[in-house]
């Protein structure tokens, strides 16, 4: 397991942008899946994002398509997502984790998570 810290988090207008960022502990093994998932309040924790740490390929739940992306730095072992046009329904705890399988998007393949940081879109 590594350990993942998240950053970034903050209040935003809708239509503004925020980047996340994850520092993860060690480098992953080229295995790992990255991910991205949030939890808004009331609500059961969703997939948002994932990346392959080796190939870097992405998979984005529908509802942020073409608005989010994530991304991986590897020499610095971390992991982004970049949030734009940001609607007051993405508010929520944005999650960061970590999967030893690859390409999973299921939350139940993530073994490792971060404490998570608050994203508020307000209108």
């Known amino acids: 397991q590594v350990q993942l810290v998240e950053s970034g988090g903050g209040l935003v207008q809708a239509g503004g942008s925020l980047r996340l960022s994850c520092a993860v502990s060690r480098r992953p093994f080229s295995s790992y899946t990255m991910g991205w998932f949030r939890q808004a309040p009331g609500k059961e924790r969703e997939f948002v994002a994932r990346i392959t740490w080796s190939g870097g390929a992405t998979y984005y739940a529908n509802s942020v398509k073409g608005r989010f992306t994530i991304s991986r730095d590897s020499a610095k072992n971390m992991v982004y997502l970049q949030m734009n046009s940001l609607k007051p329904e993405d508010t929520a705890v944005y999650y960061c984790?970590?999967?030893?399988?690859?390409?999973?998007?299921?939350?139940?393949?993530?073994?490792?998570w971060g404490r998570g940081t608050q994203v508020t879109v307000s209108s």
């Open positions: 984790a970590s999967s030893p399988l690859r390409s999973t998007w299921s939350a139940t393949d993530f073994d490792s």
